[in-house]
Nanobody, 116 residues
Framework: QAQLVESGGGLVQAGGSLRLACTAS????????MGWFRQAPGKEREFVAS????????YYGDSVKGRFTISRDNAKNTVYLQMNSLKPEDTAVYSC?????????WGQGTQVTVSS
């Protein structure tokens, strides 16, 4: 069964940067697209970014385009989210996701807090 573990969250000032990582196990990592989502208190889960299985295609939510970059290292079974020019509205729990044969798997999430 697929397992995902996120890391790299924390507290940062507005305008700062963070890099999140999500390490996967229990799956053939290089065969699956990966995604990042976030959920702020009282809000619905929001799509942040996704990347194809080889990394050749990336997609971003409108609110993060131009500021966040998703990448992956298939040798390390890890997907990254580089977050620059962070804003207070980026504060949320960030989780990575993989869909395998119709089933969604999620990590436990990592908290990102951006102070103004």
């Amino acid at each position: 069964q697929a397992q995902l573990v996120e890391s790299g969250g924390g507290l940062v000032q507005a305008g700062g940067s963070l890099r999140l990582a999500c390490t996967a196990s229990g799956l053939t990592f290089n065969q699956y697209a990966m995604g990042w989502f976030r959920q702020a208190p009282g809000k619905e889960r929001e799509f942040v970014a996704s990347i194809s299985y080889r990394g050749g295609k990336t997609y971003y939510g409108d609110s993060v385009k131009g500021r966040f970059t998703i990448s992956r290292d298939n040798a390390k079974n890890t997907v990254y989210l580089q977050m620059n020019s962070l804003k207070p509205e980026d504060t949320a729990v960030y989780s990575c996701n993989v869909r395998i044969r119709g089933d969604h798997y999620w990590g436990q999430g990592t908290q990102v807090t951006v102070s103004s």
